[in-house]
């Protein structure tokens, strides 16, 4: 088995539901940085990509036809690339990195662009086909822009319940407050605007043509734990914690990320960030979706041969506050190494992309800091999480190593 390691990410700037990039198409935003991560890599021939695997929760829309390739096509890129869409929700552009680095790792491919897409806004509104000819009466459109539609009607009731209401039944569960869930919010707001204004995100976010967004829309830099405290709750009437302000928005945006061997150190011309040394996948209660990064963390740790008083970083993605904070809380971590630059809540969570920048987000803040070791993770809907480890190489130049024969020849 070879190595796989992260050798360069970018994204655009999130952009707000019916912000700055709702007149973008996903599949352009997704051949935006596409073609961007290949530019970028200098020394890199584009015939010598393998493969493009992104990420997407939608799959509906604009997006439809298998959006990686079509993004590879946009892009320019030659058209000898095989691509392949993939979907786990909120996970996809991470499981996209994941399976490139599986690739890779079993010799399969020595560079791969990996990342994800999704325009929440241009979400299109669905019909299902009527079940005979000339039905009567009227039929409802649908929204995909989040959560269930066209639920079977085998599904048991408690796991279709909505993500805000499943977000309460697992605070309820964890004994996560209001109070706290807000000053997490706040805080993600804060750490994102000085990350911004540090300069930290330059390297990572590539402008969207024609679009006049230099950074990303939805972090409020004047948000404060008393704003949030007095904003309504958004999913139960009584008793009810969660609000628009703890909990991720809805978003526009892309993430690549260049995924590679060894040898991918002088087909691109760069030299690696980080190894991906773990990966992990959980699954549990639909309705508790939100925990299930605190297994598949774990998982990876335990398959990159460390545990978490190894780790001096994390990117947890925002889906919730109340979430976020579970997990921390089973982790049994120091919560100040969480989103140190800002998350998800002030970012954005534009669904198949986010994986694909957390990861990005990790391997630049382990080079930046000259930590060793991160955890990338999310929730993803209907009960799964996802998790990569990372190990800073970024000042240890790798060289390729003449691969064994299988028989040790």
Not at 42 to 70: C, F, K, Q, S
Request: glycine share 12%.
């Amino acid at each position: 088995m070879g190595a796989s390691f992260v050798y360069d990410a970018v994204r655009t700037p999130f952009g707000r539901y019916g912000g700055a990039l709702a007149g973008t198409r996903p599949d352009d935003l997704a051949a935006l940085v596409v073609g961007e991560q290949a530019r970028r890599a200098t020394a890199l021939d584009p015939e010598r990509i393998d493969e493009i695997l992104l990420g997407n929760a939608n799959g509906a829309g604009e997006e439809n036809r298998n959006v990686a390739r079509m993004a590879g096509l946009l892009a320019g890129l030659p058209v000898g690339i095989p691509a392949a869409a993939v979907n786990r929700l909120c996970g996809s552009s991470l499981d996209a990195v994941m399976l490139a680095s599986r690739a890779i790792e079993v010799g399969d491919a020595d560079v791969v662009i990996a990342g994800g897409v999704e325009s929440m806004s241009r979400a299109p509104l669905v019909m299902p086909k009527p079940e005979k000819p000339f039905q009567a009466g009227n039929m409802d459109l649908v929204s995909t822009t989040l959560g269930w539609r066209l639920v079977n009607k085998r599904m048991r009731p408690e796991w279709t319940v909505s993500l805000g209401e499943a977000t309460e039944q697992l605070r309820e569960k964890h004994g996560v407050t209001r109070d706290r869930q807000d000053e997490f919010a706040a805080r993600s707001h804060r750490l994102a605007n000085q990350a911004w204004g540090d300069g930290f995100f330059d390297n990572q976010v590539v402008a969207v043509p024609e679009v006049e967004l230099t950074r990303d829309e939805s972090i409020r830099p004047d948000t404060t734990v008393e704003k949030l405290a007095g904003l309504k709750t958004s999913f139960r009437k009584e008793n009810g914690t969660v609000t628009a302000g703890n909990a991720s928005p809805l978003n526009d945006g892309a993430s690549a990320v260049l995924v590679g061997s060894e040898a991918a150190a002088d087909l691109t011309g760069l030299q690696p960030l980080a190894r991906i040394a773990g990966r992990g996948a959980a699954a549990n209660e639909p309705r508790f979706f939100g925990f299930a990064p605190v297994e598949a963390a774990n998982r990876a740790l335990a398959k990159a041969g460390i545990d978490w008083s190894d780790v001096s970083l994390v990117e947890l993605n925002e889906a919730f506050a109340a979430q976020s904070l579970a997990c921390v809380d089973a982790w049994d971590i120091d919560p100040e190494i969480v989103n140190a630059h800002g998350g998800a809540i002030a970012i954005g969570h534009p669904l198949g992309a986010s994986g694909g920048r957390v990861v990005g987000t990790l391997a630049r803040a382990l080079q930046a800091s000259g930590r060793r070791w991160g955890v990338a993770a999310i929730c993803i809907g209907v009960g799964q999480g996802l998790a990569l480890v990372l190990e800073n190489v970024s000042d240890r130049p790798v060289r390729p190593r003449r691969r064994s024969h299988p028989c040790g020849g």
